[in-house]
């Protein structure tokens, strides 16, 4: 019994000291269950990190909705229910009064959080943003026609064209991104669609065919030449083709599936990584024109190595050439035996000759995202049981490993704590692959995707939380600083070169939870664009979030993901959203229609009898929405969400203990 008295010990020990607290400091501060966060007792009133009061919009959402069930099958943007009343704030939440003394202020009064996500966001305001994030992109892809095109990327600064570094093979960042083959005007191309402009699709496309050649001597990364050229002409072929076009007329006269052919051109130039290694892990860069550079490095990173399922497998289904999945299915395959038989993880760099962990950190964020992300994607595309599967498998042992918070004993309670506004919420941290030990105590941006995946699969609630603590992050800075100490509540790594991942997430939520909170969001991080970013000819990478410095460069990414889903976010007429047509969007934001046809073998008929009914099984397997709910958090506990898990305050999510964890107040 005397384990049962040290129990109740120290939980009267803590509510003794919260009680304390509250007294004497107006501030409860979460005793909640991190393991190594510092607690931070700070009462100043949030403030920009230049000490002015923050701008932001007016008004905002305080109540999370319950959504309507929606289409089954909507699996990329899933809808939720049209806004309306919520409850009043919940037991020992003081509304206004708590967060006004959060913030330094006095009495039951609103407070600057209040004041800020109270109201609703109308329409004329959301068209309003809607027109900004088009107008954002126009200027961005204009100055790039004009001064940039025909090299890879526009530096917006001095209004020149950037292509790949001729007098530098090593510089890397450039030279893996930059093939010298029109970069970011291939990589726009659906968001025109999208976006409606279906003259100016068009003429891109025609340039593209025209003007673009992959017979380069270029040596690029065949992850980014993959997601970002690949993907992109897969997109604008499906587009062009689709007999619905529920764009706007996007179709091309005298078409005769040049872009098809240029991107099975591209893969066949990619091919040489994936020979002579005996692992089948692909090496991690080619040269266009000759092949796999005779120095080229043995070591290649999960995600480059293990995320090319999506674009390869579309092609391979479009061209009946089952080559190209093959190969990268089989990446996918022995990256995945190699995971720890203890814990179930991956590490982030691999031997790609002797299947040697180089890198044994496991995380969210560079180096391993993606290869979750086409986990789950490759098998909602082609129907593939053993996706899911591995998939299921990877999120148990990020849920076991990786985040921090609350143990599964505590989860019933936790989850509702977070998104009430007390405990602590969720972080997802890199620790060692082999024992699952904290190996540092920074997160970097990429992990901002991960509530979106999150959203994809049902698990909207733990979504809701991280998505906070990243946004919390942006607000103090106006940005995502590259990597944030979470221990030091510092950025570790300071420049911000216009990623999309916060903005992704951003947009998902909002089509689970139809909560116009996430709109203030999306203003919130465009204003935040405009402001910090836009220069003389476009927008400009800031070199540091806190003084707001610049880098001379606009990553193609800005415009074919950052300005699309901003735009979508604030679109809700958009085609995406009504036309019926169940969309997915590739790790670069490319959009594909999920559809029949991407879940048939081609090549089955050269199969045998036996074997084309085995195939046919293993490939064509059909989701069903309870598969898609995998093992998520609440489910390791053996628990089903209940009736309230849209119907908590969603504002005191970005209150008090996301906003203390990153120094706010």
Same mark, same amino acid.
């Given at each position: ?20 607290l509250w007294l004497v400091f107006g501030l409860g501060p979460s005793m909640g269950f991190y393991q190594r966060f510092p607690l931070s007792f700070g009462f100043q009133r949030l403030r ?125 960042? *450039? ?40 017979? $380069? ?25 689709? &007999? ?40 991690? #860069? ?14 290649? !990173? ?57 890198? $044994? ?36 042992? *990020?849920? &076991? ?10 989860? *019933?309670?936790?989850?509702?704590? !977070? ?45 809701? !939380? ?8 942006? $607000? #103090? ?29 951003? /947009?998902?939520? /909002? ?25 003389? !000819? ?21 415009? &074919?993901?950052?300005?699309? /889903? ?26 594909? &229609?999920?559809?029949? #046809?991407?879940?048939?073998?081609p090549w089955k008929e050269f199969f045998s009898a036996d074997g084309e009914r085995d195939q046919e099984e293993k490939f064509v397997h059909r989701p069903k929405s309870q598969e898609l ?15 309230? #898990? ?20």
């Amino acid at each position: 019994m005397q384990w049962r008295a040290l129990v109740l010990g120290l939980v009267l020990l803590r509510l003794g000291l919260h009680a304390v607290l509250w007294l004497v400091f107006g501030l409860g501060p979460s005793m909640g269950f991190y393991q190594r966060f510092p607690l931070s007792f700070g009462f100043q009133r949030l403030r920009d990190p230049d000490g002015s009061e923050p701008v932001g919009p007016p008004g905002g959402p305080a109540w999370l909705h319950r959504p309507r069930r929606g289409t089954e099958g909507r699996l990329e943007t899933p809808r939720g229910p049209e806004p309306g009343p919520g409850p009043g704030p919940g037991p020992g939440v003081c509304g206004a009064a708590h967060w006004g003394y959060a913030l330094g202020g006095r009495g039951c009064g609103p407070d600057e959080y209040e004041r800020r996500y109270s109201g609703a966001f109308p329409p004329q305001l959301r068209a309003q943003m809607r027109d900004l994030a088009r107008g954002m992109f126009v200027f961005g892809y204009d100055n790039y026609m004009a001064h940039a095109f025909p090299q890879d990327e526009l530096n917006p600064i001095h209004c020149r064209g950037r292509g790949p570094d001729r007098g530098d093979p090593s510089n890397l960042n *450039i030279n893996d991104v930059l093939g010298n083959y029109s970069l970011t005007l291939v990589d726009a191309l659906d968001t025109l669609a999208i976006m409606g402009n279906s003259s100016e699709f068009q003429k891109a496309v025609k340039l593209v065919i025209n003007t673009v050649s992959f017979d $380069k001597d270029s040596t690029v990364q065949v992850f980014e030449a993959t997601i970002r050229v690949l993907g992109s002409l897969l997109s604008a072929h499906r587009i062009i083709t689709d &007999s619905k076009q529920p764009f706007g007329d996007m179709t091309i006269e005298d078409y005769d599936n040049e872009l098809l052919y240029m991107a099975h051109d591209l893969a066949v130039r990619l091919l040489p990584a994936f020979e002579n290694t005996k692992t089948g892990i692909p090496y991690p #860069r080619v040269n266009l024109k000759t092949g796999v550079p005779p120095d080229s490095n043995n070591e290649t !990173c999960t995600a480059g190595a293990g995320s090319l399922l999506v674009e390869f497998g579309i092609l391979s289904r479009l061209l009946g050439d089952s080559t190209f999945e093959w190969v990268a299915r089989r990446a996918v395959k022995a990256l995945w035996n190699l995971r720890s038989n203890d814990t179930g993880l991956l590490g982030n760099v691999v031997n790609i000759q002797t299947g040697h962990w180089v890198g $044994k950190q496991s995380g969210l964020g560079a180096g391993l995202d993606s290869f979750y992300e086409y986990l789950l994607k490759s098998y909602i595309l082609f129907g593939e049981k053993e996706d899911l599967e591995m998939f299921n498998a990877a999120y148990q042992s *990020i849920q &076991s490993y990786l985040r921090r918070g609350f143990t599964c004993a505590l989860w *019933i309670h936790s989850r509702e704590a !977070c998104n009430e506004g007390e405990g602590d919420p969720p972080l997802y941290v890199n620790v060692n692959m082999f024992s699952g030990q904290l190996m540092n105590t920074w997160i970097d941006s990429l992990q901002a995707f991960f509530p979106g995946l999150q959203v994809l699969i049902g698990d909207v609630e733990d979504a809701i !939380c991280l998505h906070a603590f990243y946004y919390a992050i942006w $607000k #103090r800075y106006g940005a995502l600083p590259e990597r944030y100490n979470w221990q030091l509540q510092a950025p570790d790594v300071l420049f911000y070169p216009l990623r999309p991942e916060l903005v992704e997430s951003t /947009y998902l939520l /909002y089509q689970a939870t139809k909560n116009p909170f996430y709109l203030h969001v999306g203003m919130d991080i465009l204003q935040s664009l405009e402001k910090y970013t836009k220069v003389k !000819c476009g927008y400009a990478t800031l070199h540091h979030v806190i003084d707001k410095s610049k880098e001379d460069r606009m990553e193609s990414f800005f415009l &074919s993901e950052t300005c699309k /889903y901003l735009y979508l976010l604030f679109d809700e007429e958009n085609p995406v959203h009504k036309s019926g047509t169940r969309y997915m969007f590739t790790t670069e934001g490319h959009i594909i &229609s999920v559809d029949k #046809r991407l879940r048939e073998l081609p090549w089955k008929e050269f199969f045998s009898a036996d074997g084309e009914r085995d195939q046919e099984e293993k490939f064509v397997h059909r989701p069903k929405s309870q598969e898609l709910r995998v093992i998520n958090s609440s489910s390791n506990c053996n628990r089903v969400p209940d009736e309230r #898990r849209y119907s908590l305050p969603l504002k005191s999510i970005y209150m008090r203990q996301i906003d203390q964890m990153v120094g706010l107040i």
